[in-house]
């Protein structure tokens, strides 16, 4: 079985071409991303109008070079997948539209994909994970500790009461003019400062609920930025460590009031898994391979080039829902909120 995905959520455009053999084995055939990153860097984050026109620009071509990289042509495939939210309405509208088009002229089936079950089932695409495992899914929108239990049935656990981490990450390397995307940006930073130079709070340590709060932290960093300013190299350097060492804490401690959230609904997790761009993070991978270890359970986290938006994860979602037979009409609709735990098996669609 061979699926086309689409990815125009945000500010990637982005197709590929995923394959499943008989013997369970799985292969991308082609993964083609472009990132709009130039467009938006000068705006410090990502301008929904650019991105929808950039991505209006770019979508045949991409798609052409996905099947061109896969040597297949548009009649090889069995299915076409596409991202149908959440995220930028304009932007999604694009891709969605796009596969409906190559479905609707190849007379293949058509999966709605919802981009939060792409990031959590990425891990099944290069692991051989099996369900029910600990999600924490940490992205430039979203921050959740989610029980997957399967295709399409997600336990949400907990999240973020205000910004998601990867949301923290971009406004701190916005604060300190460090160059967008800023999750990349800060961890480089990082790497050279000094982790303890600043003792930065670990908002809601300890407690039983495993919900997550980012803004007094970011706060916490805006004051020490602005009283020790002007900043030297080695003070943003020093910001950085010290911000990625609260962030790494703080998930750590959410994530084990997660592993025992999920213990007490009654679901022994097989795995430990990160996903989303966040997962990118090597600090945060450390810090949930300790306490995987810690916990007895294996950690698991896409390579890197799949935990930031690509193809592969919507062609990859597309083939398990395939599998299971569940797809989708024509009818389906753009989705600018998508939760995980309002998704049914079956899709959204137009009243
Ligand atoms: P969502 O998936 O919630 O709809 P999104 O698709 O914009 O949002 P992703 O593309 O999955 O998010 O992830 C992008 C986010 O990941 C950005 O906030 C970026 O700064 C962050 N990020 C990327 N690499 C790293 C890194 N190495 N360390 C920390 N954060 C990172
Ligand atoms: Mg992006
Ligand atoms: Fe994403």
């Not at 709070?201 to 960093?221: E, I």
């Not at 299971?324 to 989705?335: C, I, P, Q, W």
């Amino acid at each position: 079985m061979r699926v086309l995905g689409i990815e125009t959520t945000c500010d990637e455009t982005a197709a590929a071409i995923v394959s499943i053999e008989r013997s369970g084995e799985s292969r991308i055939l082609s993964n083609e991303v472009l990132s709009q990153i130039a467009a938006h860097a000068a705006y410090g984050g990502v301008v929904p109008e650019i991105a929808a026109r950039a991505h209006v620009e770019a979508i045949d071509r991409i798609i052409a070079r996905a099947f061109a990289h896969a040597d297949l042509k548009p009649g090889d495939i069995d299915a076409v997948a596409a991202a149908a939210g959440p995220g930028l309405v304009g932007g999604v509208m694009v891709g969605l539209t796009a596969g409906k088009a190559i479905a609707l002229a190849t007379g293949k089936p058509f999966i709605a994909v919802n981009h939060l079950e792409a990031h959590a089932l990425t891990a099944r695409l290069t692991d051989d994970l099996a369900f029910p495992y600990l999600l924490l899914l940490v992205s430039g929108g979203h921050t959740q500790l989610l029980a997957v239990r399967g295709v399409g049935d997600y336990l949400r656990l907990g999240g973020t009461i205000d910004d998601a981490v990867g949301e923290a990450f971009d406004k701190i390397a916005k604060m300190l003019a460090l160059p967008y995307p800023g999750g990349p940006s800060v961890e480089r930073e990082a790497a050279k400062g000094d982790p303890e130079r600043f003792d930065f709070p670990r908002p809601l340590q300890g407690r039983p609920t495993p919900d997550f709060s980012l803004s007094g932290l970011k706060t916490a960093v805006r004051l020490v930025a602005e009283r020790i300013a002007p900043l030297s190299d080695n003070d943003v350097a020093d910001l950085c460590a010290s911000f990625q060492a609260a962030i790494v804490d703080v998930m750590v401690d959410r994530t084990r009031a997660g592993l025992r959230a999920c213990r007490e609904a009654g679901i022994t997790p097989t795995t430990l898994v990160v996903a989303g761009g966040v997962a990118a993070n090597q600090a945060i991978r450390s810090g949930l391979t300790r306490l995987a270890t810690e916990a007895g359970l294996p950690m698991v986290a896409p390579p890197l080039a799949l935990c930031g938006d690509n193809g592969a994860m919507i062609a990859w979602a597309g083939l398990e829902r395939l599998r299971l037979g569940l797809v989708d009409d024509m009818s389906a609709v753009a989705r600018p909120r998508w939760p995980l735990d309002e998704l049914a098996a079956k899709p959204a669609t137009a009243a």
